[in-house]
Each structure stands twice: as structure tokens, then as C-alpha cells.
């Protein structure tokens, strides 16, 4: 008996660990590929480009001013900067160098617009907390929110290539780690992005702008959306489990019916089979009808071997009680009869020793017929088929005559074939009376052949005609018929696909045979 093992998972199960899967796989991709913090720095760039723009125009009014020049707008021409930093292809640098004394003092203009910077400056860090430091031409810084003023900054490779009129941007780690928690105004990242503009005037480069600041950390951008995030997740968890109950609903239900139903009749119950609720999918739905149309294969295959055990033990039942009592009375007083009277008994026994043994070889033959096997078991010509069955029919004195096409060919076995065709001889001679004739007409009929067996004889009752083919139905027991015969024949022509009925209201008794044509290439 197959068991079903307890600790398989059931679909809900299945369905929910899947949906799960596929929530966390976009996540864990976003965490390995690093673009959450890709865009992060991004953020930080974007942020720092801004400052820098405003600082490098502040500082170049100034330095017009402190020079006694016009501070008249520069070129009317666009040119925006965009971040270009991530994380996935550009390396991070190793902290920044420190500032050294300079060759030579910083520029006077520089200094002068420097210094009036400086307060605006400090007054931006306490906002944006980014540092922030203004340079002249040579490097040297002007004004800082930190320690760097009157040093220089040239050794630095963003600064040196603002100064050569090239924006520029870089990541590089930090000096040492900062602990910060998730709601700090610090931030934990491990590395610092740094944004250097040149400061023009015309087409001179007066100085430079370098600002430099920490991007949120993963940890700390998810804690600032918390709130949002726990929400988001709680719906799709949501969304998940609905749509696994939603689908183990309209799947796993009617799958369970139908395995309940199937559990009834292997346990021995006969149920009805009845239509289970449809499913939203089409496989759900093809299971139930496939063990629908089992379960009743079943019921009818229960019930025609219930139906077929009472008929042949009716069969049987007869010729053994009659040789059963032949045996004792020779067993008993067979002393005392005479040589006749033992041939007689013996003689009796034998007839029903032969009847039980044409009753097995047509159960055999039934068994045969019934059992399924492919259609395509080759073709039979039905020239040949019908010389082969007529023959013992024509020696012992029927009287048939053919009408068709020797050669046509029918997809059906050859021993099958002559099977059908020598039953319905025997029925001729058995039922048809003294001196009745036999007629087989055969033709093609879009590729069925259809062939009719009729005979001159006495016919058959309206009564019989009901049960002609019924297993064990005869009315030549005594002739030595079994009533097996023709349900032999009806059962291999449908096995190969045809048909066998008998065609009401004609004289005698004709037999319609249909089977199907071999086509021919």
C-alpha cells in the first residue's frame, strides 16, 4: 500500500515559502551589488556639487571685489554637474594627505576674499556638516572650517585637478571609524566622498573648492525610513500569505476532495463520484476528472466482476453437480450395474468434463478479448482472415457465399479477425436451423469497413435479441454452446476500435461488423 509521507510539506506551505523567497531575493540583491549605498554616496555628491557651486560663485565675487574688478555674471552658457560616483567600479582611495606649508604665502586677493568667506563658511557647516575649504590658485587655502588655513592642499589630486579646471570627485576612507548610532547626526560609513570645483574668472583659474563629507550608512538610511519600510513589509507579507491562500485555495481544494474521494474507494467503499469545485488552474481540474473517470472504471470494473463471479459459478454449477452425482453412484453401486449403465454414467461424465473444459477455454478467450491492448497490434487482409474462419464452417456443411474485396486490409490482428469471424460462423450453424444459408457482404465506407453476416434461418425472438449478446445467454447449451461466444466477438472488435451489433428487423439474423481501415500511403 503506498503511504503518503507526514512530513512533506503541504502547498499553503510551499506557496508561502516561495512568495517569501521572492521578496528576499530582491533585497539580498541590493545588499550584495551595494546599490543602496551606491546611491547613498550619489546623494552626497549631488548634495556636495550644489554647496560647491554656490562657495566657488561667493568666492569668485569676492576675489573681483578684493581685485577692484567688475563682479559682471561669467558666460550665460549651462554647465551642469552630475554625480559619477558608485561604488561598483570606482575604487576607494586611502585618506586624504594633510595639508603641508606652502612655497609661498597665499595669493593677496585670495586671502583678502578668503577671509570674508570664512564666516559664511562656519555658519554652512553647522547645517550641512560637510568641511569645507577655498583655495587660490596655487593651492593654498584661504578660509576652512577646519585647521587648513595658510596651507596648501596641492598634493591632493582632486584639488590639483581643480586647479587645472577640472571638476572632480573621489571616494577615500576615513582616518578612523566614528561611532554613531542609528538616529546620529554622525554617520558610520567608512569612507568620506570628496568634491573639488575650480573657482574661474573668465577663463582664469583662481582657486578652488574642496568639500568633503560622510554618506548615511546602509543601517542609518534604513533606520530614517523605518517606519515606511516596516509598513512596506508588512503589506507584501500580507500580499504574500493572501496570495498562497488565494492559490492553495482554488488548488489544494479541490485536490483534497478529489484525494478523499480516492481514499474511499481504495479502502473498499463504493461512493459516488461526484463533481468537485473547480480549480483556477487547469492541471487541479485534469487531476479530478482523470481520478473521477478511474474511480468509475472502478466501480464498473467492481461491479462487472461481481456481476461475472455469480455467472460462472452458475455455469460451473450445473455440470459439476451432475458429475459430482455420476461419480458417487459408480462409487457407491457401481458393483452392482451393469457394463451399460457404467458407460452411460462414464459417458456422462465425460460430456460434462467437456463442457467445463469449453466453459475455461471461452473464459480464457473473454479474458483476452476484454483485456486492453493497443490498437495498432498490425493489420489483417480480410480475404485471407475469411478463407482461414469459414473454413471448418464450409466442411461441416454450411453453405456461404462472399461478396467484397479480397485484398482490402483492417487495422486489427489477424487471429483477432479470424476470432470474430469463426464465432459468428459457429452462431450460423448452431441457431440458423437445417439447411439455412450464410451470405457475407463486405465494402469500404470512409475508412470503416463494414461487413454484414446474414443467414436464411428461423431468426431470432424480440426477447433474445436483448440479450444475444450477454456472457453465458445461449439456447444451444445442449448443442454445446456456452453463451460466450458473441461477447468474445463484440469485446476484440471495440478493443480494435470497431463496433459488433445485430441488425433488427431482417430476416434470419445479420451481424454488422465495423472496423477501421489501414490507410494506405
Known amino acids: 500500500m503506498l503511504t503518503v509521507p507526514r512530513r512533506k510539506p503541504r502547498i499553503l506551505v510551499v506557496l508561502l515559502l516561495a512568495n517569501l523567497a521572492l521578496l528576499v531575493l530582491p533585497l539580498g540583491g541590493l545588499w550584495m551589488l551595494r546599490l543602496y549605498e551606491s546611491a547613498l554616496v550619489r546623494q552626497t555628491e549631488t548634495e556636495l556639487i550644489s554647496q560647491a557651486a554656490i562657495i566657488a560663485a561667493a568666492q569668485r565675487a569676492a576675489w573681483l571685489r578684493a581685485a577692484g574688478q567688475d563682479a559682471a555674471p561669467q558666460a550665460t552658457d549651462w554647465a551642469p554637474r552630475f554625480a559619477s560616483l558608485d561604488l561598483a567600479h570606482d575604487p576607494i582611495l586611502p585618506p586624504p594627505p594633510d595639508a603641508v606649508p606652502p612655497e609661498q604665502p597665499a ?37 576652512s572650517t577646519g585647521s587648513e588655513t595658510g596651507l596648501s592642499l596641492r598634493g591632493l589630486e582632486e ?116 463533481r468537485v469545485r473547480r480549480s483556477a488552474v487547469r492541471e487541479a ?10 474511480a468509475d472504471t472502478l466501480e464498473h470494473r467492481a461491479a462487472y466482476i461481481s456481476d461475472f463471479a455469480a455467472a460462472v459459478s452458475h455455469e460451473f454449477k450445473t455440470p459439476l453437480a451432475a458429475l459430482r452425482g455420476a461419480l458417487e453412484l459408480l462409487q457407491d453401486h457401481g458393483a452392482g450395474m451393469t457394463a451399460q449403465e457404467r458407460a452411460n454414467f462414464l459417458a456422462q461424465c465425460m460430456e460434462d468434463v467437456q463442457r467445463l473444459d469449453r466453459l475455461v477455454t471461452r473464459l480464457l478467450d473473454l479474458a483476452r478479448a476484454e483485456t486492453p491492448h493497443p490498437h495498432d497490434a498490425g493489420g489483417a487482409i480480410i480475404g485471407q482472415a475469411m478463407h482461414d474462419a469459414a473454413a471448418p464452417s464450409i466442411a461441416a456443411g454450411l ?123
Open 285 to 294: 481540474d485534469e487531476l479530478a476528472a482523470a481520478i473521477g473517470a478511474m
Open 107 to 143: 595669493d593677496p586677493v585670495a586671502r583678502a576674499a578668503g577671509a570674508t568667506l570664512a564666516p559664511v563658511l562656519a555658519e554652512a557647516q553647522r547645517v550641512t556638516l560637510a568641511a569645507m575649504r577655498v583655495t587660490d590658485q596655487a593651492g593654498v587655502v584661504v578660509a
Open 399 to 521: 453453405d456461404i457465399a462472399f461478396d467484397g474485396a479480397p485484398g482490402t486490409e483492417v487495422a486489427i490482428a489477424p487471429e483477432a479477425l479470424r476470432g470474430i469471424l469463426t464465432i459468428l460462423f459457429d452462431n450460423v450453424r448452431q441457431h440458423a436451423g437445417p439447411g439455412a444459408q450464410c451470405r457475407v457482404v463486405w465494402a469500404e465506407d470512409g475508412g470503416t469497413l463494414r461487413l454484414r453476416v446474414s443467414d436464411t434461418g428461423r431468426g431470432i425472438s424480440g426477447a433474445n435479441r436483448r440479450r444475444i449478446f450477454d456472457r453465458f445467454f445461449t439456447t444451444a447449451r445442449e448443442a454445446g454452446g456456452t453463451g460466450l461466444g458473441l461477447a468474445i466477438a463484440r469485446s476484440l472488435a471495440e478493443a480494435a476500435g470497431g463496433a459488433l451489433d445485430l441488425v433488427p428487423d431482417t430476416p434470419g439474423a445479420t451481424f454488422d461488423l465495423r472496423l477501421p481501415v489501414v490507410p494506405h500511403a
Open 159 to 274: 584639488v590639483a585637478a581643480a586647479l587645472a579646471g577640472q571638476p572632480a570627485a573621489r571616494v577615500r576612507a576615513r582616518r578612523e571609524a566614528v561611532p554613531a548610532g542609528a538616529d546620529s547626526i554622525s554617520r558610520a560609513a567608512p569612507f568620506r566622498v570628496f568634491v573639488a570645483l575650480p573657482v574661474q574668472a573668465g577663463d582664469r583659474v583662481i582657486g578652488a573648492v574642496l568639500l568633503s563629507r560622510t554618506p548615511s550608512s546602509l543601517r542609518q538610511a534604513l533606520h530614517g525610513k523605518r517606519w515606511e519600510l516596516a509598513a512596506l513589509t508588512l503589506a507584501m507579507l500580507i500580499v504574500a500569505g493572501g496570495l498562497a491562500g488565494f492559490i492553495a485555495y482554488t488548488v489544494s481544494r479541490p485536490i483534497r476532495a478529489v484525494a478523499d474521494q480516492a481514499r474511499a474507494v481504495a479502502s473498499g467503499a463504493r461512493v459516488e463520484v461526484r
